[in-house]
């Protein structure tokens, strides 16, 4: 069936260094790809999307590139702020999942100043 | 523009009682999803109604169950509360026709006792 891995948290970074919190899936069919965020006490937000292969999805400076050939969907930012701290979440919908979200289990992020 | 709603914020019931939680989607959505994210977990899918009917279920057992009203409401009832009960409820709203992209509350805590 469906599923997405993410790595292990969490993950402690000095503000303005670089970010990558990795994604992979295993799916049947052609799904769509998508890194959310939880901030401490809130739901949660869609952070970016990428629909087909080779697609790059980027927002508030994070970026991620939907690789068929890999399964990979690899969370990255160039220079993190404390005001990213926050859980993140890959997933993925479509294939046998149809419109369902399949999460991973989410990664911590923790950036001091 | 109201986002998505749901009550109560949080919620304290003992083992074998039965709770109901509700969801009012974003306005111009037709569509709801129940997810259930555990302590330290990713969400997982619990089921999803349009058009008043459940459309697709996760792996849940039949304790869990769902209603949406004809103004796109939704309830998720769940039956026999059992410890492993405990978690955030979220509820996510999308509009068929955009491609269900989700949209989440802020969610449900709830204990069980």
């Known amino acids: 069936g469906n599923s997405v891995t993410q790595m292990e948290g969490p993950v402690t970074l000095s503000e303005e260094a670089f970010l990558t919190i990795n994604c992979t899936y295993t799916?049947?069919?052609?799904?769509?790809l998508f890194w959310y965020v939880q901030y401490p006490g809130e739901g949660l937000q869609l952070l970016l999307k990428?629909?087909?292969?080779?697609d790059k999805g980027s927002n508030k400076g994070f970026e991620a590139t939907y690789r068929k050939e890999t399964t990979s969907f690899h969370l990255e930012k160039g220079s993190v702020q404390v005001s990213d701290s926050a859980v993140y979440f890959c997933?993925?919908?479509?294939?046998?999942?149809?419109?369902?979200?399949?999460f991973g289990k989410g990664t911590t992020l923790s950036v001091s100043s | 523009d109201a986002g998505v709603t749901q009550s109560p914020t949080h919620l304290i019931k003992t083992r074998g009682q039965q709770v109901t939680l509700r969801c009012s989607p974003k306005?111009?959505?037709?569509?709801v999803s129940w997810y259930q994210q555990a302590l330290g977990q990713g969400p997982q899918f619990i089921f999803q109604?349009?058009?008043?009917?459940?459309?697709q279920r996760g792996n849940f057992p039949d304790r869990f169950s769902g209603h949406q009203f004809p103004n796109y409401s939704s309830e998720l009832n769940v039956n026999a509360l059992l410890l492993g009960d405990s978690a955030l409820y979220l509820c996510?709203?999308?509009?068929?026709?955009?491609?269900?992209?989700?949209?989440f509350g802020p969610g449900t805590r709830l204990t069980v006792t």
């Open positions: 996510a709203s999308s509009f068929r026709l955009a491609g269900y992209e989700q949209y």
């Open positions: 799916a049947t069919g052609y799904p769509s």
């Open positions: 990428a629909t087909k292969a080779d």
């Open positions: 997933a993925l919908r479509g294939g046998q999942a149809g419109t369902a979200l399949i």
């Open positions: 306005s111009g959505h037709d569509t």
């Open positions: 109604y349009y058009e008043e009917e459940e459309r």
